[in-house]
């Protein structure tokens, strides 16, 4: 089958089917609707603890945990608290549910690597790379585990994946809105998990090279020389 003759819409059809079979072969889905997992299990109920006091009117400024110090305070730092602040606003309004939390974030994860995989059929014109692109995530076991948990790192993964849609848009038609859609996402990709810079420098010394030896042939006038 010529997957490059299909139209836009069909592509993104063939997208969502093989994600949900990629996602059922891992059993991601049927682990949705399950209490929380063992692995890591303290971390995820502290980000739980901080949207429900966000849900019992916990200010922004100072998220809280369940435990109790010595002198009485909740108080905790923590990463940036916008991802718990907002779930939690979602549960004041709809009630708790851990489900909608795994849900909401699931679809954010397909969101972000769909959005993300945009950029290689651009970079590619082939649509089987970008399968492959979607693929990548939706088959690895750590990504799957955790897309549907509040933990940071995930949706400091998936807001870097946003990010660097809204980079390359940029580059390609240098409007102020993708440039500041672009700062926005990786600004927060950094605040929710500072360990994000990693992968940021390895992007810029990747576009550096790429820059260098691509754009500007400096490889080739080297061996010239």
């Keep these: 089958m010529d997957f490059d003759s299909l139209s836009p819409k069909s592509k993104w059809g063939v997208l969502s089917i093989v994600s949900i079979l990629l996602l ?6 049927f682990m949705i609707d399950n209490e929380i ?14 949207a429900i006091n966000y849900a019992e009117g916990d200010s ?9 110090n010595e002198n009485g305070n909740r108080n905790a730092a923590s990463e940036f608290p916008v991802v718990y602040y907002l779930f939690g606003a979602f549960w004041s309004l ?9 849900v909401c974030g699931l679809l954010f994860s397909l969101f972000s690597v769909f959005i993300s995989s945009t950029v290689v059929f651009d970079l590619t014109k082939n ?10 995530f939706l088959l690895c076991p750590v990504y799957n585990f955790y897309l549907h948990s ?3 790192n995930i949706y400091s993964l998936n807001f870097l994946l946003i990010s660097t849609y809204f980079f390359y848009k940029y580059t ?16 927060l990709c950094i605040l929710v998990k500072i ?14 090279l790429y820059f260098f030896f691509v754009e500007k042939n400096l490889f080739s006038r080297y061996k010239k020389l």
């Design 24 to 29: 059922l072969s891992m059993g991601t889905l």
């Design 37 to 50: 997992y063992p692995i890591h299990e303290w971390r995820k109920f502290d980000s739980l603890s901080f």
């Design 60 to 68: 922004f400024a100072s998220p809280s945990t369940q435990f109790i």
């Design 94 to 102: 709809f009630g708790m549910s851990i489900l909608s939390t795994k």
């Design 127 to 136: 649509f089987k790379k970008q399968l492959l692109f979607v693929a990548f």
């Design 150 to 152: 509040l933990i940071p």
């Design 172 to 187: 390609k038609n240098s409007k102020l809105k993708d440039y500041i859609l672009f700062s926005l996402f990786i600004t």
């Design 195 to 208: 360990t994000a810079l990693i992968a940021i420098f390895s992007l810029i010394g990747g576009a550096t």
